[in-house]
């Protein structure tokens, strides 16, 4: 069954614009002052942008792809909090949550030989990013020290996560509940929905590395 | 669904999302911004408690050394003038001498000096001023200043000026002293006006004003504390800590205008820090 237009629209803007995030990527996160934690950002972009390459090559496998994707991508972003955060506290805890969800993700990968990303794991990464970027607005507020919020990459970073994480959740188990009820339209609009706070997340992400970089 | 339908759909829900957002990034931003003010107000507030701490050290720290010196005219100098008087009290000249008339003279010089210098030391002492009060204590001053004859002074007091505060009388008397030494030392007027006004019920006003030769105030008084005139520099830093507004008008040859304004308000910051 092919996928709804509304489906298929939004995957390929989210394609579309995950390329050009990675061009731009390579264009300001190397300049010089850059904020450091900017500089692993296009590593990312590359991880997002390789799975709808190999999906492309090997259509059997997007499960598996999907799946490393995901963990791929729980690793960046637990790095990139660690970064950001101040309390060494927290960000032993936030390693180790994601540890923990690593080695469930190995098991099911290897032991129980499961190539498919299930609602569990997704909800499981979603709360641990979602904690973690809560946790650094509660760092931005209590601190004394005072930024200037439209400059700060971290700040819109972790909003773009935020608000792609905590979409996340409703919109997967929306869209499953209507698959299960065989009403793919809904599904799929729903679905859709997802792909769509990605590329919202996108902008904000565009913000993060395109902040002016102050001056010595 | 067609793709232009699809597109238009995902245009709707791409700005659904986006308004979502902008109420967020809005709000934080908002309550930030309210963190922000807060924490400068705070630091304001911190900088201006250490500013009136540090003043009212230095202060005391003056109080201390011109009661010290109060003392120790009145014990250690005026003592010795007083035995100096004494010893020359019992040389008796016979009549005739051609010293008899400078040797009494010496004797008047003597009993004028001690007097003057019993009036300096109690004009540098606070007792004065603690035993009868800020009018009263300007009122010596004034008597003090006719003495010398060289000036036509006018006194005038509006309102019962009984001010029942007395680390603020010490503080505004020390401001009037001051402003008269300015007088004496620079002014070369002939004519002092005094006024003592508690004619509005939560402020006291005291004007000090001369004839003299004047000065350019605006350009001095505008002048960082460290760069002020040292005897303008204690007029305004005792000021402050009171928070009393003090206004200086002079110009070359037109004479000058001291003008403080004292609130009656008790919660100065000099009774807030000794509670």
């Known amino acids: ?216 | 669904m067609q793709y232009p339908k699809a597109i238009a759909a995902g245009f709707l829900i791409i700005v659904f999302l986006l308004a979502l957002l902008l109420v967020f990034i809005a709000s934080t931003v908002y309550l930030y911004q309210k963190k922000h003010r807060s924490f400068l107000l705070k630091l304001e507030e911190t900088r201006i408690k250490y500013e009136r701490e540090l003043l009212k050290s230095q202060l005391e720290v003056q109080e201390d050394t011109l009661q010290h010196l109060s003392r120790e005219l009145h014990d250690s100098v005026a003592g010795q003038f007083t035995l100096a008087k004494l010893y020359l009290s019992t040389i008796t000249l016979p009549s005739g001498h051609p010293s008899v008339d400078k040797f009494a003279l010496v004797i008047d010089l003597l009993t004028k000096g001690l007097e003057d210098l019993r009036d300096v030391s109690k004009s540098l002492s606070l007792d004065l001023i603690r035993s009868i009060g800020l009018r009263k204590a300007i009122e010596a001053q004034v008597i003090h200043l006719r003495k010398a004859g060289e000036y036509y002074i006018s006194y005038d007091v509006r309102g019962a000026c009984d001010y029942d505060d007395e680390q603020k009388e010490i503080i505004v008397f020390r401001i009037f002293q001051e402003a008269v030494n300015n007088i004496i030392r620079h002014a070369q007027a002939t004519t002092i006006r005094i006024v003592l006004d508690s004619t509005t019920k939560d402020r006291l006003r005291l004007i000090i004003a001369d004839n003299g030769k004047g000065f350019a105030a605006k350009q001095l008084v505008q002048r960082a504390d460290n760069s002020r005139p040292g005897g303008l520099r204690n007029m305004h830093v005792r000021a402050r800590l009171i928070d009393a507004h003090i206004t200086i008008i002079s110009l070359p040859d037109k004479g000058t205008t001291v003008d403080l304004s004292v609130p009656l308000a008790t919660d100065s910051f000099l009774t807030q820090s000794n509670t």
């Open chain 1, 1 to 216: 069954m092919t996928p709804t237009p509304i489906l298929l629209f939004s995957q390929w803007l989210l394609e579309t614009l995950s390329w050009l995030l990675l061009v731009a990527s390579l264009i300001f996160c190397f300049r010089r002052r850059a904020a450091s934690y900017m500089r692993s950002f296009p590593w990312y972009c590359i991880g997002n942008c390789l799975p709808a390459l190999v999906t492309r090559m090997w259509a059997a496998h997007t499960g598996l792809v999907i799946y490393v994707f995901t963990i791929f991508e729980l690793c960046y972003f637990t790095y990139f909090f660690s970064r950001i955060l101040l309390s060494k506290r927290t960000k032993a805890v936030l390693w180790s949550l994601t540890s923990a969800v690593l080695l469930y993700a190995i098991f099911r990968l290897f032991a129980r030989q499961v190539f498919n990303i299930n609602l569990v794991f997704v909800v499981l990464e979603s709360f641990i990013l979602i904690a973690a970027s809560l946790y650094y607005f509660r760092q931005l507020f209590i601190t004394p020290i005072v930024v200037n919020l439209f400059e700060q990459p971290s700040y819109w970073m972790t909003t773009g996560v935020l608000f792609y994480f905590v979409l996340l959740i409703p919109t997967l188990c929306f869209a499953n509940y209507f698959y299960d009820l065989h009403n793919r339209f809904m599904g799929d609009t729903i679905y859709s929905v997802n792909s769509y706070a990605q590329v919202v997340s996108y902008g904000l992400y565009f913000k993060a590395m395109t902040c002016s970089i102050p001056k010595p």
